[in-house]
């Protein structure tokens, strides 16, 4: 019972460098998202997907890109990394959306991300 | 725009007291969704629970309860018989209009035996 999964668990960068955080999830839901939790800043949201194919800007998409080509992954992409997106990233999924529903969203374990 | 606000950063409690966290909301919305999570410090994110906003009573899930004021706009957490495991951050959030969740900055719990 895997729920989310994000790989990798950690990772360091050095500045310009770039790299994809995968997630996935086995619970066939539609919605996937990708925070950024930084300290006393709660959770962002960086980009989302409401289903295969779909992506969407959140609130810090900058310096960010996802994909969503197969409904069970949403991969987000740094393509010149920064020391400003040093940070913890957490995926979510969810079978509808937080808006209309009661159902909550379920997360990932987190990836630790440190670019210096 | 939605927005939650948490004012405390960090609480204490002693073990088996009962604790409240407090978490205000702002939403032009008539009809909203108000979740809490908790994050130990191992850094996963779980769901505690759930309030409607057009529901008839306080939402209840085992020790978790969720004092609901709508007119105050407020949506406290109270956890009831604190244990030494209830010491995380914890997070209001609420559902934002790109059906993501809009978190609080989240309170610290430290529960002392």
């Known amino acids: 019972n895997a729920g989310v999964t994000q790989t990798p668990k950690f990772r360091v960068l050095k500045t310009g460098q770039s790299m994809t955080l995968l997630c996935a999830q086995d619970?066939?839901?539609?919605?996937m998202y990708w925070y950024r939790q930084d300290p006393g800043m709660g959770l962002r949201l960086i980009h989302y997907?409401?289903?295969?194919?779909?992506?969407a800007k959140g609130e810090v998409p900058d310096g960010y890109n996802v994909s969503r080509l197969k409904k069970q992954n949403f991969l987000l992409g740094l393509e010149s990394a920064a020391p400003s997106q040093t940070s913890v990233y957490f995926c979510?999924?969810?079978?509808?959306?937080?808006?209309?529903?009661?159902?909550?969203?379920?997360f990932g374990d987190g990836t630790r991300l440190s670019i210096l | 725009a939605q927005k939650i606000t948490q004012t405390q950063p960090g609480m204490f409690v002693q073990e088996k007291e009962a604790v409240t966290l407090d978490c205000t909301y702002d939403?032009?919305?008539?009809?909203?969704?108000l979740f809490w999570y908790k994050q130990p410090s191992s850094g996963e994110m779980i769901f505690l629970i759930y309030?409607?906003?057009?529901?008839?009573q306080n939402a209840t899930e085992g020790r978790y309860s969720l004092n609901f004021q709508k007119a105050r706009k407020s949506a406290n957490l109270v956890i009831s018989a604190s244990q030494l495991g209830d010491s995380a951050m914890y997070f209001c959030?609420?559902?934002?209009?790109?059906?993501?969740?809009?978190f609080g900055k989240g309170t610290k719990l430290s529960v002392k035996p």
């Open positions: 979510a999924s969810s079978y509808r959306t937080a808006y209309y529903s009661n159902q909550p969203q379920h």
């Open positions: 619970m066939n839901h539609e919605y």
């Open positions: 997907s409401v289903g295969e194919g779909t992506t």
């Open positions: 939403t032009s919305d008539p009809s909203y969704g």
């Open positions: 309030q409607g906003s057009y529901d008839q």
């Open positions: 959030a609420m559902a934002g209009s790109q059906g993501n969740l809009i």
